[in-house]
């Protein structure tokens, strides 16, 4: 199993340009997640979703956008991109039970310019 | 009020000294604990999970959950320099449509010394 893949590893954006950043799990787990780290701090959830088709916001969704069609799949979009979007960004996912182990991704490297 | 706490350090402590890391939180209700290890520049990994009150033991690291004060700690014995890490203190709450959503503290800097 890959577990938890994540592309692009690094990325700079200008602002007000556009991108997606993909993520997918090959271990059937129905929860994912979408967090941004930023330099020094702990993880802010930005997304996640219980299942296809079935999405929610966390903390920080402001400026950014998910879909989930496929268990497999939980791309974030970011619109328009801001200086202020100049994070890390990490997905996870689990199997969601009572007890969620979640398992992260490498983690693609935004700067934004 | 932030929801977990963790003093970010940095914290410095001898090699194969006990290494004692804290966290608070203040959701009353959450039942899931867990400690997540995460070397510069790589992705957090879960090392440790408690889910009631008292000690869990996994090798040289030990979990302590105490509920009534809102506590949990992980402390690391006979540290090593491979231990030298940021130590992210995660604690569950439910969220919309039952899902279990994790809230993590600021993190813990925590360097051993040779």
């Known amino acids: 199993n890959a577990g938890v893949t994540q592309t692009p590893k690094f990325r700079i954006l200008k602002i007000g340009q556009s991108m997606t950043l993909q993520c997918t799990q090959d271990m059937n787990h129905n929860y994912m997640y979408w967090y941004r780290q930023d330099p020094g701090m702990g993880l802010k959830l930005i997304y996640y979703?219980?299942?296809?088709?079935?999405?929610d916001k966390g903390e920080v969704p402001n400026g950014y956008n998910v879909s989930r069609s496929t268990t497999e799949d939980f791309p974030l979009r970011l619109e328009l991109a801001a200086p202020s979007q100049t994070s890390v960004y990490f997905c996870?996912?689990?199997?969601?039970?009572?007890?969620?182990?979640?398992?992260f991704g490498p983690g693609t490297r935004l700067t934004v310019l | 009020q932030k929801e977990v706490e963790q003093n970010s350090g940095p914290l410095s402590v001898p090699e194969g000294a006990i290494a004692s890391l804290n966290c608070t939180y203040s959701d009353r209700v959450s039942q899931s604990f867990f400690w997540y290890r995460q070397y510069s520049g790589k992705s957090p990994e879960l090392i440790m999970s408690i889910y009631s009150n008292g000690d869990k033991e996994d090798g040289r690291f030990t979990a302590q959950l105490n509920k009534a004060s809102q506590y949990v700690s992980l402390l690391i014995r006979d540290s090593q320099p491979s231990d030298s890490a940021t130590y992210l203190c995660a604690v569950n709450i439910l969220g919309g449509q039952g899902a279990q959503k994790l809230v993590f503290g600021q993190g813990t800097r925590l360097t051993i010394n040779p």
């Open positions: 996870a996912s689990s199997y969601g039970t009572s007890a969620p182990k979640q398992f």
């Open positions: 979703s219980v299942g296809a088709g079935i999405t």
